[in-house]
């Protein structure tokens, strides 16, 4: 089954402890991606990778790092979480065409509470 | 920088009626994509709908319906025979359409309620 995974699911944590939440895609994306989403603000975009070893800034990196060191993973790390990283975590992976005609598929998302 | 907006925070329709959701967004691009995604209680992101702005044909997908006006900037969504499984959050989202970051720009979402 074609998928996308993240984890964890849930995730409660305390302020300054350094957590990775995984991500997976089993399609052979080449684009992947991290969303956070907080309550009216809709999804912003964090990182972004378009290949192995690329990756770039998107509108809300402050507080984040990510690598690509394979094509089906794309790990998000918060090296000192805060209290304002309390969000729901989503990761989103697509082929990469040239006019950017497919479609991204969505993980389950991952709540993480930092107390 | 291209911005969606969504102005109903929330909305709410009887079952098996019809409800319209609005959604308008800014850019200066020609060519981009427009979605609908629902959002049910699980958080899971399910695309209900897309829209590729070069097309005039408005796209449809069986009770869902949308009404793209490219001059006007409005995408809004309609769906038909409310069922109590549509209820969720929904976004409306935007894509510009070249090679590079696939990025989504979200709107911050209207919460459809069913009344039974």
Known sequence: EAQVTQNPRYLITVTGKKLTVTCSQNMNHEYMSWYRQDPG???RQIYYSMNVEVTDKGDVPEGYKVSRKEKRNFPLILESPSPNQTSLYFCASSPVMERG???QYFGPGTRLLVL | AQTVTQSQPEM???EAETVTLSCTY???ESDYYLFWYKQPPSRQMI???RQEAYKQQNATENR???NFQKAAKSFSLKIS????GDAAMYFCAYRVSNFGNEKLTFGTGTRLTIIP
């Open chain 1, 41 to 43: 603000l809709g999804l």
């Open chain 1, 101 to 103: 005609e497919e479609t």
């Open chain 2, 12 to 14: 709410s329709v009887q």
């Open chain 2, 26 to 28: 800014d850019t200066s």
């Open chain 2, 47 to 49: 695309l209900v709908i």
């Open chain 2, 64 to 66: 869902f319906s949308v």
């Open chain 2, 81 to 84: 025979d409310s069922q109590l």
